[in-house]
């Protein structure tokens, strides 16, 4: 009986401790039950298959606005020296929205700052249309429909996500941005582009994510 009861104890003493774990466990057998879903197991899930995140090895992260709306998911994937950038937006007012990629791999609201300039190795201004440019962040503008729904699939020829001297997802990661107004595609360093509106955490599940 003794034993039993210090337990209970301890675990009264430390309680936001105990907490913490039990929530720990819960979500391990959240994501246990995730994974299981991953298997389209019945009609439902062959039907939500098409979606950007169920294409098997591509990594897809959350897009998510300052007040932590999820507004889209940015999944990246490597094909022999091309890095695949696919972005997909729902829930935004409809126009045309600067889109780059950004040096660190963090996204913290309200202003994304945590997020740096535009990725950038080479050390070149911004712009495509820029003599001095571009970054190898940049990107093509993206247009929100009518619906606030969008899309943009790059191919970053020359860009490796992982390994060589320069990879996108080095050890600080990468962020996927996108900026209040549409890109100029000239004037440095962000295209007149304006705030930082919706961000995404690049790599791993879009895991360093904080609001
Ligand atoms: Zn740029």
């Not at 299981?36 to 197991?41: I, R």
């Not at 995140?53 to 998911?73: C, F, H, N, S, Y």
């Not at 969008?150 to 992982?162: I, M, P, Q």
Request: hydrophobic letters at 35%; aromatic letters at 2%; glycine letters at 14%.
């Amino acid at each position: 009986m003794i034993r039993p009861l210090l337990l209970i104890t301890a675990c009264a003493a430390t309680l936001a401790a105990c907490q913490a774990q039990q929530e720990e466990d819960a979500r391990d057998v959240l994501n246990m039950e995730n994974d299981a879903q991953a298997v389209p197991v019945n009609g439902a899930a062959e039907t939500m298959g098409t979606s950007t995140t169920g294409t098997g090895m591509m990594q897809a992260a959350e897009l998510r606005t300052a007040d932590g709306r999820q507004v889209g998911t940015v999944s990246t994937r490597d094909e022999g020296g091309v890095t695949v950038l696919t972005v997909a937006v729902q829930g935004m007012p409809q126009g045309t929205y600067g889109m780059h990629v950004h040096a660190v791999g963090k996204c913290e609201s309200p202003k994304f700052e945590s997020a740096g300039a535009h990725w950038n190795p080479e050390n070149r201004q911004h712009g495509t249309t820029n003599p001095q440019g571009a970054h190898a962040g940049d990107l093509e503008n993206i247009t929100v429909g009518q619906a606030g729904s969008g899309g943009v699939t790059a191919n970053l020829r020359n860009v490796a996500l992982r390994g060589g001297m320069t990879p996108m997802l080095d050890e600080d990661g990468a962020a996927l941005m996108i900026h209040a107004k549409a890109d100029d595609y000239r004037t440095d360093p962000s295209g007149n582009s304006g705030d930082r509106i919706a961000c995404a955490v690049l790599g791993a599940g879009g895991a360093g994510t904080e609001s």
